[in-house]
């Protein structure tokens, strides 16, 4: 599986959202991607354990997207190991329009 890391990710320079891909090649079959998801949610889950334990830290996660873009199954998927007490949701309605 191809690795990722923050960087490929990070903003150095001015960008044009339209040119960015939205679609990530992984160069990998489901079975390989299911395993690492497995991984990555137990990763996490112990993470959120010891944050849990200090009551001292926390993360925020922002996602949007347009309606049925999928926002909600990433979180059920990527989450599902996380204990729900640990866990606070806000959802946010349309933005203002301008003046």
């Known amino acids: 599986m191809k690795s ?3 960087d490929d990710f990070r ?4 960008i044009s959202l ?11 079959d489901e079975d390989e991607k299911e395993a ?14 010891a944050m ?7 993360v925020l ?3 949007q997207g ?10 059920r998927e990527v989450f599902k190991e996380f204990n729900p007490r640990g866990v606070v949701v806000h959802s946010f309605k349309l933005r203002t329009p301008p003046n």
Not at 66 to 75: A, F, H, R, V
């Open 18 to 28: 339209s040119k960015i891909p939205t679609d990530l090649d992984f160069d990998t």
């Open 66 to 75: 347009m309606d049925t873009c999928g926002k909600d199954s990433l979180i």
């Open 11 to 14: 903003v150095k320079n001015p």
């Open 36 to 49: 690492e998801l497995l991984k990555i949610q137990k990763k996490l889950s112990k993470r959120q354990d």
């Open 4 to 6: 990722i890391t923050p």
């Open 61 to 63: 996660i922002c996602l």
């Open 52 to 58: 849990y334990a200090h009551n001292r830290y926390g």
